[in-house]
T-cell receptor, first 116, second 111 residues
């Protein structure tokens, strides 16, 4: 079975500081990893994904994520946070067995607050 | 929202009544999904479809049924709504092995 853990319910960071939102995963095969963002009263928006290749993945709005196989982690990062980054962030995983034709499994979400 | 619409966007209904939520896509994607979002639980999969008339259960499927008679529409039915089904429901679409794209959501309140 595949699962995702987001150990922090809430992350607070000052505007201009670097931010990190943590995610760890568990799959039987190789993982296919995603980050999504949700703004108030909106659906989830895709930010970035990792399938294979370079462990540092770049995505939308200046976000990036680092895949670490030994630590089974896929942390979301941004060098300089903006107040507009305040939102709910979800990590998700899909097991690449069976050609990856399985639905994504989501973490419980981390609320990011960027303080001016 | 990637060519996905959900209707209705808001609904209040009484316990014991049937409710149907509709998801419509214009992207011709093969896979469609229904999730519910609740505080402290994140998103949980209810049902999904991998083709017309091909569906499968997710982790929280009890009390829900789905139908997909054509590629663009995926219906979620609460056969007899209960207060525990008060939630925000999201539809998503994808091609096999690719990222999922989400609709705007339906806020359902069961009184």
């Amino acid at each position: 079975a595949q699962s995702v853990a987001q150990p922090e319910d809430q992350v607070n960071v000052a505007e201009g500081n670097p931010l990190t939102v943590k995610c760890t995963y568990s799959v039987s095969g190789n993982p296919y990893l995603f980050w999504y963002v949700q703004y108030p009263n909106r659906g989830l928006q895709f930010l970035l994904k990792y399938i294979t290749g370079d462990n540092l993945v770049k995505g939308s709005y200046g976000f990036e994520a680092e895949f670490n196989k030994s630590q089974t982690s896929f942390h979301l990062k941004k060098p300089s946070a903006l107040v507009s980054d305040s939102a709910l962030y979800f990590c998700a995983v899909r097991d690449l067995r069976n050609s990856g034709n399985t639905p994504l499994v989501f973490g419980k979400g981390t609320r990011l607050s960027v303080i001016a | 929202d990637a060519g996905i619409t959900q209707s209705p966007r808001h609904k209040v209904t009484e316990t014991g009544t049937p409710v149907t939520l509709r998801c419509h896509q214009t992207e011709n994607h093969r896979y469609m999904y229904w999730y519910r979002q609740d505080p402290g639980h994140g998103l949980r999969l209810i049902h999904y479809s991998y083709g017309v008339k091909d569906t499968d259960k997710g982790e929280v499927s009890d009390g829900y049924s789905v139908s997909r008679s054509k590629t663009e529409d995926f219906l979620l039915t609460l056969e007899s709504a209960t207060s525990s089904q008060t939630s925000v429901y999201f539809c998503a679409i994808s091609e096999p092995s690719y990222e999922q794209y989400f609709g705007p959501g339906t806020r359902l309140t069961v009184t």
